[in-house]
């Protein structure tokens, strides 16, 4: 598989995530900076985290016009993988890609702490990996991560089986205790319809070897990877 890692001014999980595809799953990586406009050869785009644009005005607001993501458009378009992660699930929703908006956390707190994730389906490019119900662990580190939707988009995503993973307890269960930042319905990641496009808050790529605390994020990227291999 080829990823492309998509690079914005103030970005800075653009390297943890080459690290985690790389060296940890053995992938071919290429950095994407923000005004190119070919993504030419890649299989998936994947978005990372960070603060694009120092996060003025709010999330991914400014990020979203620039060129790449314009190709990143156009790239979905075609049928090809992207994941946005944090800033990039943020960027995804600024720019249409995704429905939905990330505000800031109910309690208006800067959330940095491992959480645990039920995965929804088990049978999308991005999921494929794991099971349907597994819980995952993987940490988040966002101050607007509180995902939400009007309720006919959130009825939509619900019935279209769009909400792949939800903040659960460690036993699976999706209670308000579990839920870090207040997002309706405990949603910490959505596809779009056609299932090319994914973004969710929590981040894989820090969890990708033991070293880090735990290895649940490669089940992601290595779901992308068996599609993209499928696809082929």
Do not use: K
């Not at 491992?114 to 995952?136: C, I, M, P, S, Y």
């Not at 939800?166 to 319809?193: F, K, L």
């Amino acid at each position: 598989m080829r990823f492309g890692v998509v690079v914005f001014p103030g970005t800075w999980s653009d390297r943890d995530c080459e690290y985690a595809l790389a060296h940890c799953l053995g992938q071919s990586v290429r950095f994407v900076w923000h005004q190119e406009r070919d993504l030419t050869g890649l299989d998936c785009v994947i978005l990372p985290g960070g603060f694009s644009y120092g996060d003025y005005l709010r999330p991914g607001a400014i990020a979203r016009f620039s060129p790449v993501v314009d190709a990143v458009q156009e790239f979905a378009a075609r049928g090809g993988l992207v994941m946005g992660i944090c800033n990039g699930f943020q960027i995804l929703c600024e720019a249409g890609l995704l429905p939905g908006v990330l505000i800031r956390n109910q309690d208006l707190q800067f959330h940095c702490e491992w959480v645990h994730l039920r995965v929804e389906r088990a049978d999308t490019a991005f999921t494929n990996a794991a099971r349907q119900g597994q819980v995952l662990r993987i940490p988040i580190s966002h101050g607007e991560g509180n995902y939400f939707a009007d309720p006919e988009t959130l009825a939509r995503l619900e019935a279209n089986g769009q909400v792949l993973l939800r903040y659960c307890d460690p036993s699976g269960a999706v209670v308000p205790a579990a839920n870090p930042n207040g997002s309706v319905n405990n949603i910490a990641g959505v596809m779009n319809e056609r299932g090319n496009v994914f973004g969710m808050m929590p981040h894989p790529e820090r969890c990708c070897e033991p070293l880090l605390g735990g290895v649940d994020g490669n089940l992601l990227f290595e779901s992308i990877i068996r599609a993209g291999v499928g696809a082929r």
